[in-house]
């Protein structure tokens, strides 16, 4: 195949004969199968689909771009294939990759057109004329020699950490591509950090140097710091879980709910913060870089900063608690034997461990937990936090148990329980149990036997009642330590709205001004606690009704068993197995 010779020949300076044309044939032909372009014999099946690259910047057979690169191609002879992959930062979310792709598509397009603007027409060959000499020989009107150099393009992405030359060719007479016009254009854009310079160097030597597209230069990502963080030796939230062994006992010696700490010890100490690094764009300007912060320690009551200020440290030794925003340090009194006349009542700020017995006549008050590894005779108990026996209590009808959070206990037998978090026993005999939470008798013996059992919500149990028909009254719904106290504060305030009746009736004196201050204050509190207690009736009723009601599950219901759920109450008359007794449709479904 001959090569054309006529304008586009000059234009593009092309010099050679036939054989080269042949020679470059063979090597495109070459590059082609190299670049896995496939002859009519080899193509794939028709329902092969290649996956599309989403880095190749695709452009039309129209496109000033494809036109220039045809042109080039047509009259020079072998050239390779235009290469367009812009590989921007390898892990970039495809949104940034296609705007950057069009932000490249359109600098290409303008230079491109603007080339082929620049290079004149084809002047169109003259009509033959009847006065010319059939054998005079043609003149060949010679068109004016025209020049474009070559031109380099750079193109810097979006974020000005990458920048990509392109490099159209030189027209006509033009200037092939060299250093000094690479330098040229690289002070031009500004690009002077992370050059390849390897490249820059050999490029102008480059079979493939034009119509295809390089990176030049690299910058620095910056690398953000990272926020320093709190890491705990504690429990910030310490899960109160009791676990049976293969017999159905449970160990309420350690049911670990108490976290111990020495004087001295840490409970947490900062992470500090990772350092940023500056990153540097390619036009060698720095990218400032986020710093970490530094967390603040968790410091409350009882704790104190190490020197470095990077632990927290227990002042004194105790119990470790998270009151949601610090970590304090709660006393712990030890009590090595019984409460009892050596040790008189107990009232203490904090935890009380009491190693022995409380014994009768005796009282344990405090704000926070108590635990006692012995047994609770006729003595009155009241905790701040949870109360744990772990031999149980025998109260002899006397035994007044208060707790504000929850209640573990081996048994229960003739006593008073008030517990405004869950109750976990082994059996309840013969007991008054007001539980805004959930019964839970399922180890052990797992029996409720007598007494009156009252469940916010609800109880779980293996048997309720016995053959020989005790009464045995269980209460569902409600809130039974709330609704106790409620009663208890409305009795007060009716004795206080007495006395103050009564007082203003007197005569006027300071004494008496003040009492009827400090009265009025207190009714104030006292009716703001009444409503605040029917608020949180109406929330647990929500709750209760969300979940499907308050519901008693049991094993076994022998005769004898009273059910009250609300206002309705319903006798058992028969014994139920497998109960799982609830509201339905107004009615209480024993099944």
């Known amino acids: 195949m001959e090569f054309k010779s006529g304008f586009w020949g000059r234009l593009f300076g092309f010099k050679g004969g036939g054989s080269n044309r042949e020679e470059s044939q063979e090597e495109e032909n070459g590059h082609s199968m190299m670049d896995g372009t496939l002859k009519d014999d080899q193509m794939p099946l028709p329902d092969f689909q290649p996956k599309p690259d989403k880095t190749q910047l695709v452009l039309s057979g129209e496109h000033p771009f494809i036109q220039l690169y045809e042109k080039w191609k047509e009259q020079v002879g072998y050239v390779p294939l235009p290469r367009l992959r812009l590989e921007y930062g390898g892990d970039s979310p495809d949104e940034e990759l296609e705007k950057e792709l069009s ?16 290079i004149p027409k ?20 010679e068109t004016p020699p025209f020049q474009l150099d070559a031109l380099p393009l750079i193109y810097v ?7 990509w030359l392109v490099v159209f060719p030189p027209i006509g007479e033009g200037k092939e591509l060299d250093l000094e016009m690479l330098a040229s254009i690289l002070k031009e854009s500004g690009v002077s950090y992370g050059l390849d310079k390897e490249l820059l160097d050999s490029l102008p030597n480059a079979k493939d140097r034009y119509f295809h ?33 293969e017999h159905g006992r449970v160990d309420y010696f350690n049911l670990n709910l108490v976290q111990n700490v020495e004087k001295g010890q ?13 990153g540097r764009n390619v036009l060698d300007e720095e990218i400032p870089c986020k710093e970490g912060k530094m967390p603040v320690l968790p410091k409350g009551r009882n704790t104190e900063a190490s020197e470095d200020g990077m632990q927290l440290l227990a002042v004194k030794a105790g119990r470790v608690e998270f009151s949601g925003r610090s970590f304090l340090v709660k006393s712990v009194l030890e009590i090595g034997g019984n409460v009892d ?13 009491i190693h022995g017995d409380v014994s009768s006549g005796f009282s344990v008050r405090t704000i926070g937990d108590i635990t006692i590894d012995g047994v609770v005779e006729a003595a009155e108990i009241e905790a701040g936090g949870d109360l744990v026996v772990s031999k149980g209590i025998l109260g002899d009808s006397r035994a007044m148990i208060r707790a504000h959070h929850d209640v573990y206990a081996k048994y229960l037998e003739n006593c008073t329980v008030h517990c405004r978090g869950n109750l976990q026993t082994d059996c309840i005999v013969n007991c008054d149990v007001y539980c805004d939470g959930e019964v839970s008798v399922r180890s052990g013996r797992g029996t409720i036997i007598g007494g009156r059992v009252r469940a916010a919500q609800g109880i779980t149990c293996k048997i309720v009642g016995s053959k020989s028909e005790s009464v045995t009254s269980v209460f569902l719904g409600g809130q039974p330590f709330a609704d106790f106290e409620k009663e208890s ?7 206080q709205e007495a006395e103050l009746e009564r007082l203003e009736r007197q005569p006027d004196s300071p004494k008496r001004n003040q009492r009827i201050g400090k009265l009025r204050l207190d009714l104030s509190i006292g009716r703001m606690k009444v409503n605040q207690f029917d608020k949180e009736l109406k929330k647990i009723q929500q709750k209760m ?3 499907g009601g308050c519901r008693l599950i049991c094993d076994i219901a022998y005769p004898g068993m009273v059910l009250t759920i609300g206002e309705l109450t319903k006798p058992l008359a028969k014994e139920t197995s497998l109960v799982n007794a609830r509201l339905v449709d107004g009615e209480i479904c024993m099944m």
């Open 266 to 278: 840490p409970i947490c100490q900062i992470i500090p913060p990772v350092e940023g690094i500056p």
């Open 103 to 118: 932000r490249l598509r359109k600098a290409i397009t303008a230079v491109a057109a603007d080339r082929l603007s620049q």
């Open 122 to 141: 084809e002047p169109e060959p003259k009509p033959p004329s009847e006065d010319d000499d059939e054998d005079e020989e043609e003149e060949v009107e």
């Open 341 to 353: 006349f050596s040790t008189g009542n107990i009232n203490f700020v904090g935890d009380v461990h």
């Open 489 to 495: 504060l409305l009795l007060n305030i009716k004795k």
């Open 157 to 163: 992405t979006a974020n000005q950490l990458a920048a």
């Open 545 to 547: 009704e969300e979940q």
């Open 213 to 245: 597209l390089f990176l030049i230069a690299q910058g620095r990502e910056v690398v953000h710091g990272k926020d320093g963080y709190i890491e705990d030796f504690f429990k910030r939230t310490v899960k109160k879980k009791y676990e049976a062994d």
